[in-house]
């Protein structure tokens, strides 16, 4: 029985859970900014046909650069409204009075920041996504419509993670501790706060009290100023690495990953083409876009429609130990070039991978390594030399 793209896209869609509001509202600007600048209807342009490394590496530069240096001012002018009302009517006014002027204008300045930071989120992402050359807002032909590419800036502008689909059985977060993720979640939320009531604390404790208490509560305004730039430079560079790596998958899976070449796969390999690309999803923890891409390439060519525990570690060690040496290095090219896809190769990543790579373990891992960095620099020519895919030595 075949497995359609479509089929298996309506099926992801009907599987995973509806996108939040706050994302859904991130579509549809990215949407607006789409045809308000007349990119929506164009082509997307291959990578060949996008400028140099160095043009793209100082152009996407240049888009974070502004980006910070706006959410540095959000941050900081939003704080400073707050702290003025605590140093200008605190003792002056009547608790109950400040209390509720200083209440207000505290939920209207977080309001202001949420929304200019998110705004400028969206702005930043769509910068990059047309420099990329991904500005249609058509879905991408391999990718469920939650998966599209205005839908993935969005969470990355609102830096939430994506949502897990248990697609093929596999489970990303097999490994992963849910109370370890909640409480990193709610940490890093708390962080803006965290970091002003310590630093003003340590300050305080080592000036003492008087006039000069009153100084340190201007503390927090340059403080949430680089806590909101730190943000948005940490979502510029997710959106860059979700672009490129995007960008180098589609090349991937139209133009080396042809049906002749899967084609010539045997039934062993073709099970341990899946295998290797859930292996890197478990190990990597999380269900990247771009690793989504290869599965569902995966399953169209070779008409798989339900899941066979393809996730377990050992299963694909046994499967690979017993494939041709020709299919092997396909495989070992495969498994290195998934592991680099978020930017970042895991402990768990660092301790397995050299098990299937064995005795090409320096070769594959520093091939990894490479790639990774080239991705998260903006290198997307050089990574694209770096992902051949041949039924040859790799």
Same mark, same amino acid.
């Given at each position: 029985?075949?497995?359609?793209?479509?089929?298996?896209?309506?099926?992801?869609?009907?599987?995973?859970?509806?996108?939040?509001?706050?994302?859904?509202?991130?579509?549809?600007?990215?949407?607006?900014?789409?045809?308000?600048?007349?990119?929506?209807?164009?082509?997307?342009?291959?990578?060949?046909?996008?400028?140099?490394?160095?043009?793209?590496?100082?152009?996407?530069?240049?888009?974070?650069?502004?980006?910070?240096?706006?959410?540095?001012?959000?941050?900081?002018?939003?704080?400073?409204?707050?702290?003025?009302?605590?140093?200008?009517?605190?003792?002056?006014?009547?608790?109950?009075?400040?209390?509720?002027?200083?209440?207000?204008?505290?939920?209207?300045?977080?309001?202001?920041?949420?929304?200019?930071?998110?705004?400028?989120?969206?702005?930043?992402?769509?910068?990059?996504?047309?420099?990329?050359?991904?500005?249609?807002?058509?879905?991408?032909?391999?990718?469920?419509?939650?998966?599209?590419?205005?839908?993935?800036?969005?969470?990355?502008?609102?830096?939430?993670?994506?949502?897990?689909?248990?697609?093929?059985?596999?489970?990303?977060?097999?490994?992963?501790?849910?109370?370890?993720?909640?409480?990193?979640?709610?940490?890093?939320?708390?962080?803006?706060?965290?970091?002003?009531?310590?630093?003003?604390?340590?300050?305080?404790?080592?000036?003492?009290?008087?006039?000069?208490?009153?100084?340190?509560?201007?503390?927090?305004?340059?403080?949430?100023?680089? =806590? !909101?730039? /730190?943000?948005?430079?940490?979502?510029?560079?997710? #959106?860059?690495? &979700? *672009? %490129?790596? +995007?960008? $180098?998958?589609?090349?991937?899976?139209?133009?080396?990953?042809?049906?002749?070449?899967?084609?010539?796969?045997?039934?062993?390999?073709?099970?341990?083409?899946?295998?290797?690309?859930?292996?890197?999803?478990?190990?990597?923890?999380?269900?990247?876009?771009?690793?989504?891409?290869?599965?569902?390439?995966?399953?169209?060519?070779?008409?798989?429609?339900?899941?066979?525990?393809?996730?377990? =570690? !050992?299963? /694909?060690?046994?499967?690979?130990?017993?494939?041709? #040496?020709?299919? &092997? *290095? %396909?495989? +070992?090219? $495969?498994?290195?070039?998934?592991?680099?896809?978020?930017?970042?190769?895991?402990?768990?990543?660092?301790?397995?991978?050299?098990?299937?790579?064995?005795?090409?373990?320096?070769?594959?891992?520093?091939?990894?390594?490479?790639?990774?960095?080239?991705?998260?620099?903006?290198?997307?020519?050089?990574?694209?030399?770096?992902?051949?895919?041949?039924?040859?030595?790799?």
């Amino acid at each position: 029985m075949t497995a359609p793209i479509e089929t298996i896209k309506k099926s992801l869609d009907v599987s995973q859970q509806a996108p939040g509001l706050l994302e859904r509202l991130g579509v549809r600007y990215y949407r607006y900014l789409g045809r308000q600048s007349g990119t929506a209807g164009l082509r997307n342009p291959t990578i060949d046909e996008l400028p140099d490394d160095i043009t793209l590496q100082t152009l996407a530069g240049n888009i974070t650069t502004f980006a910070v240096i706006i959410a540095f001012a959000v941050g900081a002018l939003t704080t400073f409204g707050t702290v003025w009302v605590n140093v200008t009517y605190q003792g002056v006014m009547g608790d109950t009075a400040y209390y509720a002027l200083y209440g207000g204008v505290l939920v209207a300045m977080l309001l202001v920041e949420l929304a200019g930071l998110y705004w400028l989120g969206v702005k930043t992402v769509y910068s990059l996504a047309c420099l990329t050359g991904q500005h249609q807002l058509s879905e991408s032909f391999y990718l469920p419509v939650n998966y599209a590419v205005p839908n993935i800036l969005a969470r990355a502008a609102l830096e939430v993670p994506d949502p897990v689909i248990h697609y093929l059985g596999i489970d990303p977060l097999k490994h992963l501790s849910r109370s370890k993720l909640l409480l990193v979640a709610v940490l890093y939320k708390a962080k803006v706060l965290l970091s002003s009531l310590v630093v003003k604390y340590v300050l305080v404790r080592l000036a003492g009290k008087g006039g000069t208490r009153t100084v340190f509560n201007w503390v927090a305004v340059p403080i949430t100023g680089l =806590w !909101d730039a /730190f943000t948005l430079h940490k979502v510029a560079r997710d #959106a860059r690495l &979700r *672009l %490129f790596g +995007l960008k $180098l998958t589609e090349h991937i899976v139209t133009n080396s990953l042809s049906d002749d070449l899967l084609g010539r796969l045997s039934p062993s390999a073709q099970e341990c083409a899946i295998r290797a690309v859930a292996a890197i999803m478990v190990l990597a923890q999380n269900y990247h876009p771009n690793l989504l891409v290869l599965l569902i390439r995966f399953a169209d060519a070779f008409h798989i429609t339900e899941g066979n525990e393809y996730d377990n =570690w !050992d299963d /694909f060690l046994s499967l690979l130990n017993r494939l041709s #040496a020709s299919e &092997r *290095l %396909f495989i +070992l090219d $495969l498994l290195s070039i998934a592991a680099a896809f978020d930017g970042r190769v895991s402990r768990l990543e660092g301790r397995h991978l050299p098990q299937a790579f064995k005795e090409l373990t320096d070769r594959y891992m520093t091939r990894t390594s490479q790639l990774t960095q080239m991705l998260v620099s903006g290198q997307l020519h050089a990574a694209k030399a770096l992902c051949t895919l041949e039924l040859a030595a790799g």
